[in-house]
């Protein structure tokens, strides 16, 4: 899959920028639906979210799941997402868009707690139900017509987890390759006044 | 010179995401380890070494390593030019908060040993499914193996992250009763400690004492102790990024031990 993905990718790049193409404004949906493979929400997540700031901060509310019959673990989590958009760019007839962004995820799991059960000391651990996430990621908007929002968007990210980076940074035993992962995703526009 | 920009931008992308060394994590809190070092393989290389082993049965101890692997990495490297240990123990608390990837950087590490090397689980280990990752990752929690002419029993005493339920006394009494051969009991919190109070540390003080045991070694609490409790040698190690471990030494049923800076 990821090989494919980044196959197409490859293509997509490459491609002219045709200066003759009629001027399109590249925009994302006000509303959107998204869905997304790992990522460290899940094998899978679904999620709503609205734009702001003229298209280029994004927010939405993820719920994930990890079924037990994966490896094990059964795991819910749900995420509070934000991406700023610090690049856009045509390339023939796609938008890609770049942006920066995090993630702030809940899971509920096994021996995770927000507070711990009354047998433990206060103060005797940090909550471990709480990890931030940040990201890079690059989108592909698919077109549409001039003064609707772009039909679809797929995405790729490049993700790490809090505690990777303060033990990246405190060891050499861990490579900073060590940290990342990536998951791929897909946006759905929705109607204006669909979650008005 | 946009489409130039845009085909580096992507290019760093690609080359960012075929870098990266575990291309999908579904959580970090699932069990998915692809790395494993079970302590009965451990086990096995021990019993060769230890038969052809003198009078004097040496192992090594450390303990605690939570996030520094930096540390534990050093003190293998400091291990390996020790030729006469029969293994190393590390008495738990191998990761900080139980998650698959914290037990895979561990494991890197401790494959660099030129000894045996065995690990017993800690209350870190037990949060989120650290237990369950353990079990993948090194085998059952509570076990025990002949050595030279000892008893070594490594037993998990983890309460609170174990649903605040007592340790498997009765696995530890069997273990004390079927063997005529000294013991040396490893457990990760000390009997003294706070999740030991009460009836555990009845139960523990009545089944282990000087009779059937010589040497008992912990961790947990990140401070070193050479003490007799009720009755047997016991020492307590620091956690490893106090930069120290421990070389024991059993002869007949005295225990001796260098406490090593590095």
Known sequence: MFALFAAAFMIISF???????????SVTAPYYAKMQYAGNLGLASIGLGKTYLKDRLTVDF?????PKEINGSRVHTLALKSAYQFK???LSIFFIRYYTGISFNYAITDNTYLSYPDYFPSDYYNTNAVHVNPFLGIKLALPNKADKPDAIEIYAELGTVDYKIGYAIANKEIKPKDIWNLCFGITFPLSNNLLK | MKSFVTINLTGLFLLSFISCSDNFSYSPYDSDVDKDHPNEEQVKMISNIALSGSDTFKFALLSDIHDNYDDLSDAIKRLNKHTDLSFIACCGDITNSGLAQQFEWYVDVINKSQHPFISLIGNHDYRSNGYRIYQKVFGPSDFSFDAGNYKFVF??????????RSPKFDWLTDQLSDSELPHVILTHIPPWDNQMTGINNLVFRDIVNSENTILCC???THEYADTCYNGVHTIVSEAINDREYYVISLVGKQSFFKRIRY
Do not use: C, I, S
Not at chain 1, 15 to 25: G, I, K, S
């Open chain 2, 155 to 164: 037993f998990d005493n983890v309460v609170w992250e174990n649903d605040n």
């Open chain 1, 88 to 90: 856009k760019h045509q």
């Open chain 2, 218 to 220: 912990h961790g947990h």
């Open chain 1, 15 to 25: 491609l002219p920028v045709e200066d003759t193409l009629p001027a399109r404004e």
């Open chain 1, 62 to 66: 993820n719920y994930g799941y990890l």
